[in-house]
């Protein structure tokens, strides 16, 4: 694996008829402290990439979640970050518990997808082309 993998969520309220998506604002490093991304981290050496975003968001959110399509990006890594990282993101709703900001965010806030949520806030730069694939996606039915 030639880059970092990160794995994330677009936790949405329906995989079917998704209306809004889950923005988390990070808390660290200061480089990114205040902006926006997916929830989600780094997948660790010998994990499976599925089982490392469920993880993560266990970690960070507290709730465990069904997960539906993979929004993809250009690489077969997903969606480049950087010059070191790239991130694969998949559709998720909520199957348990309420989100919380538990590790690494400070805010959570559901954007509406019909709204420009790439707008909505100061997202990580790397994350717009993301949510917009996003919404291009959540327009045709998705999920299992
Ligand atoms: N989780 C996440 N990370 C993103 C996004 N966009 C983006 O550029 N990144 C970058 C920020 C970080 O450099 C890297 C992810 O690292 P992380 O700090 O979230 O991962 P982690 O929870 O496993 O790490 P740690 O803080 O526990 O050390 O990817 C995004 O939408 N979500």
Known sequence: MSL???VAI??????????????ARRNRPAALAGLWEFPGGKVESGEDPVEAVRREIREEL???ITLGDEIYG???QGWALNERAAMR??????ASGTPRPL???DQLRWLELGAEPWQAVPWIPA???????????AKAPVGP
């Open 10 to 23: 677009a936790l949405v309220d329906s995989l079917q008829h998704p209306t809004r998506l889950l923005a």
């Open 74 to 76: 250009p690489l077969e």
């Open 103 to 105: 590790d690494g965010h």
């Open 89 to 94: 993101v998949w559709f998720a709703t909520i």
């Open 4 to 6: 970092k993998q990160i």
């Open 127 to 137: 994350d717009e082309p993301i949510v917009q694939a996003c919404v291009a996606d």
């Open 62 to 64: 507290g709730i465990e």
